[in-house]
């Protein structure tokens, strides 16, 4: 059973850099492709990051590429997201997600397990 439990974010500058770490307690987050969405007030959860089983290939949206990393360390059930060069367009609630299939890693009606939200907020 994957538990996901999130840690990190909160309030950053523009230009700044945040952490946000995603934890399964179920120790089963090797098998999975693992994937970070967000949700900005009025507007639909969107995709983020993705990041395959081993850690060896990842994917980004347009909006936050050449800016965010994924990285995952399968040895401690975790997965991070590093945001650096913030924008307040960044400001939304961060979500991490599990997902068995790569080829589905854009779609978020394909994640199972989802982390509880963690807040991101970047001011001007």
């Known amino acids: 059973q994957v538990q996901l439990v999130q840690s990190g974010g909160g309030l950053g500058q523009a230009g700044g850099s945040l952490r946000l770490s995603c934890a399964d307690s179920?120790?089963?987050?090797?098998?999975?492709?693992m994937g970070w969405f967000r949700q900005a007030p009025g507007k639909e959860r969107e995709f983020v990051a993705a990041i395959l089983f081993n850690g060896d290939v990842q994917d980004y949206a347009d909006s936050v590429k050449g800016r965010f990393a994924i990285s995952r360390d399968n040895a401690k059930n975790t997965v991070y997201l590093q945001m650096n060069s913030l924008k307040p367009e960044d400001t939304a609630v961060y979500f991490c997600a599990a997902n068995r299939r790569w080829s589905s890693r854009k779609d978020r009606n394909a994640y199972n397990y989802w982390g509880q939200g963690t807040q991101v907020t970047v001011s001007s």
């Open positions: 179920g120790r089963t987050l090797s098998t999975y492709v």
